[in-house]
């Protein structure tokens, strides 16, 4: 190089598709991590594990997790079972490690500030890792779902599906409402996904903000226990996530679903709105 | 550099380059936290092309400065203009054009060090994906690190890390680098090819800004220096000038001291003393030039058996400004 | 320090969480303070003209929603909230929600709502089909021929289902009327969308703890939309409203109920020689003495108690306090209630809620009644108020 090449633009031009290639480096970076794919392995094994066990010890109607003696007459059922069994606890770990890492990771090990200084403006940044924790959150819901369908498939076989009204429809029917059901645990733990990333915008330490996140939950499914505070159960974070069963009535109250579903984005708008401010605010000092 | 020529050849014709605005200003830049003034009031003046040594002892307010620079840390009050530009309000165009090293590498270490120079390169909507490989793998080349490229950053030792962050610092052509501490965890090897890499970039024009404990490489390769302490920015200026600063001592040999001492004071010189065991005198320089000295000695009849001038070393300066050595810490 | 610039910049990007939160409370509060504010501004009808028109409703299909709920001050019982079981623990607490669907005499359909089940109940023609999703447990009962005859007979379930609709529950509350009653309209109220008055019914007698009951029917359609008894608290104790109501027909697939292959179905067919002979022998049971006593009412209108008589209470989780029987679990239902009972002087338990009120006597008698515990007392001593 030479002098003259510091008649270069004073601004540089920029790349079209930036934003899907910091995007896709996001979402490339959280499947490359060890902890992450041992999470979507631990989700993968439950659904697995649930089918085996159906399928030695035969289950009798009403026993277990909802879902769990139809079974064995429909592998389609296991995905219900399965995203019942995991949508308390095991979906919301996997979420809360993940959001809760998002920006605390990057702060604690000063890779933030080496993003920030690319640079990656913070409004980009947060947008990017949202979306990136967002399809992680959507992908830990279809594994999940796509183990339980495959396995239950295997090991039982699918069939026409027996709803919880006692109506029968056929498995194309079936199929639609376990996406349905899916889409809507993803939604749902959307707005986990959003607190999680406001914690972790607040601190350094990923391990805190993991905590943290997964605490909300516990709060959350708390005060839903206490049936004095039965005023606000309707506004609580995890109050409607069972509400995917909507999708399993024969007659779909798609007003409730879009009502929940806005409920679970309200919580993601003020999350991430909250989010944005604080990193705007932010000292970078790690 | 290939990447340098394609990203020229795909730009459009941008404000005409001026040398005549510096790198970096900052006007009475501020920044306290809680009630500790971390950096108070400095007006730091890196002129194009220049090579600034950014000096100061641990806690003076160097990183807190280098942070507002590059927009991680809000100042208080004060100004920063960075390439003509005001930041932090243009740091989406400015930073491209600055690569930075600051406080030490930070990588993922679970990635290679080629997945942690593409992470970034990514993240820079500045730079050219068509040409990524090829600039990723010029940087590591350009740090040495090609061989260990295919290596996971966790087993990187400091100093590949080190390598590892300057890479990163030049993934694409810069016009300034910011390096805080750039040598730290380097063998002397290492030092010697960071000082060389420097004086390469800026013989290609870039400005760089160092901040380095390691006086006598700042003093070989710095055009310009700064001294920080106590958040204050206590000297700056072109090294001769700063060195000048501090006074050179013109020290005259002679048996005949008494008229040796009545034409130093004669000249003016400042601080004259006797040494009789030695057969000395000694005082300050100041303005005069050293054959005036010796010419006024001769003059008033003494014999000139040798005379000396010493100019202050970076460090003499140093403590006498900041009242410490290096690497104290705070 | 206040005014550097970068506390305005915070304070400006703290804003934005702000609004966001203000738009989402903007967006949730204003369409029903929009509907509410203005409050409907309906003729005046008298008491008499409300309930004529409720009678002469020729309302026959519709679909809503309706939610029950409890609020007699009594703790939630373990794991009754998210079941979609009728049982008797599931109505004194908490919020239940069930789902209607009407069309004409012949086809009506009822969907008690868990959140991952649902208990429904199908009358279509002559058939009525009862599932339940936790047993996958199908009923089914044919009915007579005869379609009026079988509106009629068709009591035992159909009825006992619109009890827990609006419906029913003003119609129940409606023959509780009498002199010791004073009834008003208020024509202000607003119910799942729909203008309504609201026929309010205050009990003269202040031995009663029912307060008053507000029955909310619908200004257009005349159905009733919401029933509330007030017992001490500020809230309605006990309550059963339309959360959302259309009158259009439902779909005919709605009522369309063909059991799922492989569950059990019990077959019950009204009418038949069969049933007649069970009958008999239920008779002969009760008067040879062998069939449990039935409960006995003391009192009239609103301070009516309801005795049950100690070989009936016998069975009752109740009772068991009563004989100083415990049990271990701590969370059982009998050990909840033992938490609530109060030793009277005479040696009587009580168990106090918002509306209803409980005697445990001595003898193993119980007493209920929506009364005074004095009431309750008197009425153990045979003296009936």
Redesign the interface.
């Known amino acids: 190089m030479s002098f003259a090449d510091l008649t270069l633009p004073v601004v540089r031009p920029r790349y079209r598709g930036a934003f899907w290639r910091l995007y896709k480096g996001e979402v490339g970076i959280s499947l490359r991590r060890r902890r992450n794919l041992a999470l979507l392995a631990v989700l993968s094994a439950i659904p697995l594990m649930i089918g085996i066990a159906v399928y030695l010890s035969t289950p009798r109607a009403g026993d277990g997790p909802a879902f769990l003696g139809q079974i064995t007459g429909n592998g389609l059922f296991l995905v219900f079972t399965a995203l019942t069994v995991c949508i308390p606890v095991f979906l919301p770990l996997v979420v809360g490690v993940v959001s809760g890492d998002s920006i605390a990771g990057e702060a604690g090990s000063g890779t933030l500030r080496y993003l920030l200084t690319v640079p990656v403006t913070r409004t980009r940044l947060l947008v990017a890792k949202t979306l990136g924790v967002a399809t992680f959150t959507a992908l830990a819901v279809a594994v999940v779902a796509v183990v339980g369908l495959v396995t239950g498939a295997v090991l039982f076989g699918l069939g026409n599906v027996t709803l919880l009204s006692g109506d029968t429809v056929s498995l194309g029917t079936g199929l639609l409402r376990a996406l349905g059901v899916s889409a809507y645990v993803m939604v749902a733990l959307f707005g986990l996904a959003a607190g999680g990333m406001f914690i972790s915008t607040l601190t350094e330490n990923a391990i805190a903000a993991m905590a943290t996140t997964i605490g909300l939950v516990m709060v959350s499914a708390l005060l839903d226990a206490v049936p004095q505070l039965s005023a606000i159960h309707g506004v609580l974070l995890t109050h409607n996530w069972l509400g995917f069963g909507e999708f399993l009535r024969s007659n779909v109250d798609t007003a409730a679903v879009l009502r929940w579903s806005a409920l679970h984005l309200a919580y993601a708008a003020v999350f991430l709105s909250l989010a944005w401010a604080r990193l705007q605010s932010k000292d970078v000092t790690s | 550099?290939t990447a340098?020529a394609t990203?020229?050849a795909?730009?459009?014709?941008?404000?005409?380059?001026d040398a005549v605005v510096p790198a970096i200003r900052t006007t009475g830049l501020t920044r306290?936290f809680g009630s500790q003034v971390a950096v108070s009031a400095v007006d730091l003046l890196v002129p194009r092309?220049a090579v600034y040594g950014f000096l100061g002892p641990n806690g003076s307010g160097k990183t807190t400065t280098i942070?507002m620079l590059?927009?991680?840390?809000?100042?208080?009050?004060g100004e920063i203009e960075m390439?003509?530009?005001p930041m932090p309000d243009a740091?989406?165009?400015v930073?491209?054009?600055?690569g930075?090293l600051?406080?030490?590498p930070?990588?993922?270490?679970?990635?290679t060090g080629t997945?942690n120079l593409?992470?970034?390169d990514?993240?820079?909507?500045?730079?050219?994906?068509a040409t990524s490989k090829e600039r990723i793998a010029a940087a590591l080349s350009r740090v040495g690190l090609t061989a260990a490229a295919g290596k996971k950053y966790r087993n990187y030792s400091l100093g590949m890390k080190q390598r590892l962050g300057l890479a990163?610092a030049l993934l694409q052509?810069r016009?300034l680098l910011v390096l805080d501490e750039p040598t730290n965890g380097l063998d002397p090897q290492g030092t010697r090819e960071v000082r060389h890499l420097v004086r390469e970039l800026a013989q290609?024009?870039?400005t760089v800004l160092v901040s380095s404990h390691l006086l006598a490489e700042v003093e070989q390769i710095a055009t310009h220096i700064g001294i920080m302490s106590g958040g204050e920015l206590l000297r700056q200026g072109t090294l001769t000038e700063v060195l000048s600063d501090g006074d050179a001592v013109v020290t005259v040999t002679t048996p005949d001291l008494g008229e040796a001492l009545e034409a130093l004071l004669l000249l003016g010189l400042a601080d004259a003393t006797l040494d009789r065991e030695h057969q000395q005198v000694q005082a300050r320089l100041g303005e005069i030039p050293a054959e005036a000295v010796a010419q006024a000695v001769i003059n008033a009849g003494a014999r000139l058996r040798g005379l000396t001038v010493e100019r202050p070393h970076l460090e003499d300066l140093f403590v006498s400004l900041t009242g410490e050595g290096f690497d104290v810490l705070r | 320090m206040t005014t550097s610039p970068r506390s305005l910049r915070r304070r400006a990007a703290w804003s934005a969480p702000v609004l966001t939160a203000a738009a989402i409370g903007a967006a949730t509060l204003l369409p029903s303070a929009a509907s509410a504010s203005p409050h409907p501004k309906l003729p005046a009808k008298t008491a008499a003209q409300l309930l004529a028109a409720v009678q002469s409703s020729d309302v026959s299909t519709l679909s809503g929603t309706i939610v029950e709920t409890a609020r007699l001050g009594l703790p939630s019982l373990p794991g009754t909230n998210s079941s979609a079981a009728l049982t008797w623990q599931t109505l004194v607490s908490g919020t239940h929600t069930a789902r209607v669907w009407f069309n004409g005499v012949d086809q009506q359909r009822l969907a008690v709502l868990g959140q991952l089940s649902e208990s429904d109940v199908v009358h279509n023609g002559r058939n009525v089909w009862t599932y339940a999703s936790d047993t996958q447990a199908v009923a089914h009962t044919l009915l007579p021929a005869n379609a009026e005859k079988s509106a009629a007979t068709s009591a035992t379930k159909a009825e006992n289902l619109q009890k827990y609709t609006p419906q029913g529950a003003a119609a129940a509350a409606l023959q509780a009327i009498t002199p010791s009653t004073q009834v008003a309209v208020d024509p202000t109220a607003r119910v799942a969308g729909q203008p309504a008055y609201t026929l309010v019914l205050t009990p003269r007698d202040t031995r009663s703890t029912v307060r008053k009951v507000a029955i909310a029917i619908d200004a257009t359609h005349n159905v009733p939309l919401r029933v509330q008894v007030f017992g001490a608290g500020a809230a309605p104790a006990f309550e059963t409203a339309f959360t959302n109501i259309s009158y259009q027909a439902p779909a005919a697939s709605v009522f369309a109920f063909t059991p799922p292959s492989g569950a059990k179905v019990t077959n019950d067919v009204l009418g038949t020689a069969a049933q007649k002979k069970a009958a008999d022998k239920l008779g002969t049971k009760i008067k040879t003495g062998t069939a449990k006593v039935s409960p006995t009412v003391v009192g009239t209108g609103w301070t009516s108690v309801l005795v049950l008589p100690a070989s009936t209470a016998g069975s009752s989780p109740l009772s068991a306090l009563t004989s100083g029987s415990t049990s271990s679990k701590g969370d059982s239902p009998t050990a909840v209630l033992s938490h609530l009972t109060t030793t009277l002087p005479s040696g009587d338990k009580l168990l106090s809620s918002a509306l209803i009120n409980v005697l445990l006597a001595k003898d193993g008698r119980v007493l209920v009644g929506a009364v005074s515990p004095s009431v309750l007392e008197q009425a153990a001593a045979g003296q009936p108020g």
């Open positions: 550099m340098a990203a020229a795909t730009t459009t014709q941008g404000p005409p380059y306290r092309g942070r590059l927009g991680l840390l809000a100042a208080d009050s390439l003509g530009q740091l989406a165009q930073l491209p054009r600055v930075a600051i406080e030490g930070a990588f993922h270490p679970y990635l997945a593409r992470r970034l990514v993240s820079d909507a500045t730079a050219n994906p990163a052509p016009d290609d024009g870039a």
